[in-house]
């Protein structure tokens, strides 16, 4: 994969982020009070249903239990936590509890995919959560141990999910779409008795809770999560895990614009040093060895003949030390 591929995956890529980063500013200005695990259900289960009518296939074998676990960790459980968490925490405080996330994939792909732990990286998690932590603590942050928990359980739980879902793959002949499709259906199905029973319904349900429902399945799960998952396919774990970060930068960006929030110089220090972090984690362009003329095969125009070492280049999107 050359520089230029590896370049365009993680800016499609860092759109779901971007997106999940309006998550905070709608949950609380948009959706019903004190429902968040009615919220989780509504943004999963009818994005994975429509994905399911388009894809027309259901899991097979060993893919009915894989499909549970990846369903569970990447939206039920991570739904459940992160909606708790933006409710009993500020939008960029939980942001910032959020940001261990990289450092859990760190340590469960070195367990789960044999890669090696880098100091490269572990300056880059460093870095990351420092820049987190001045983009959005201010004076007045309020934390809450609930918000903080949930936050920590999100984080574990979507790690879990990236460093599992790199492990096992897509099933042959199963498109993203439909993969997609399973872990919102199988999330929303398991969200759905325990928000009926735990919370119940809202007594009323306005328009502006409508949008706001819309806008969290439609593009907060079904557009975002199916970009997800194809970052997840093409780039190393730990690369797609630090493009979380650019979640707060856009919570604070939202912030900023929408509710006439100011930024201050530490804040917007805390901005670069996020984005310094995101990008030296991302996997560069591989290079590959020059060969004689002569020991190559003829190749057509715009097609890179092979190295000739008998063996398969390492591809760009696995360096060493990285596999999200």
Avoid at 130 to 153: C, D, E, H, R, Y
Wanted: charge should be positive; include cysteine.
């Amino acid at each position: 994969m050359s520089g230029h591929r590896v370049a365009a995956d993680s800016a499609v890529t860092a759109l779901a982020p971007a997106v999940w980063g309006s998550t905070y500013l709608v949950t609380t200005e948009f959706l019903p009070p004190d429902r968040p695990l009615l919220a989780a259900t509504v943004r999963a289960l009818p994005a994975g249903l429509i994905l399911l009518l388009i894809g027309r296939k259901l899991p097979r074998g060993i893919w009915w239990a894989r499909a549970l676990v990846l369903g569970v960790l990447n939206i039920g459980a991570f739904f459940t936590f992160l909606f708790l968490a933006a409710y009993h925490l500020p939008g960029g405080v939980a942001a910032l509890v959020g940001s261990v996330q990289p450092m859990f994939v760190l340590i469960l792909s070195a367990l789960l995919l044999g890669d090696r732990i880098k100091a490269v990286h572990v300056v880059a998690c460093v870095l990351g959560a420092t820049g987190v932590g001045l983009l959005v603590l201010q004076p007045n942050a309020g934390l809450n141990t609930t918000g903080v928990i949930a936050g920590l359980l999100a984080a574990v739980s979507m790690a879990c999910g990236i460093v599992l879902t790199k492990r096992w793959g897509r099933p042959e002949g199963v498109g993203l779409l439909t993969f997609t499709g399973w872990q919102l259906t199988v999330g929303g199905l398991v969200l759905a008795p325990v928000a009926l029973f735990g919370e119940g319904l809202p007594e009323a349900v306005t328009g502006r809770n409508l949008a706001g429902f819309a806008y969290l399945g439609f593009v907060g799960a079904l557009l975002a999560y199916a970009v997800w998952f194809r970052g997840v396919e093409r780039l190393p774990a730990l690369a797609v895990s630090f493009l979380g970060f650019i979640s707060p930068l856009a919570a604070t960006a939202l912030g900023y614009l929408v509710l006439d929030q100011t930024l201050t110089p530490l804040q917007l220090a805390g901005a670069c040093a996020v984005v310094a972090a995101v990008v030296v984690a991302q996997p560069r362009g591989g290079r590959r060895e020059p060969a004689k003329p002569s020991q190559l095969p003829q190749a057509s125009p715009g097609e890179h003949p092979p190295v000739s070492t008998g063996r398969p280049a390492p591809a760009a999107s696995r360096p060493s030390g990285v596999t999200r």
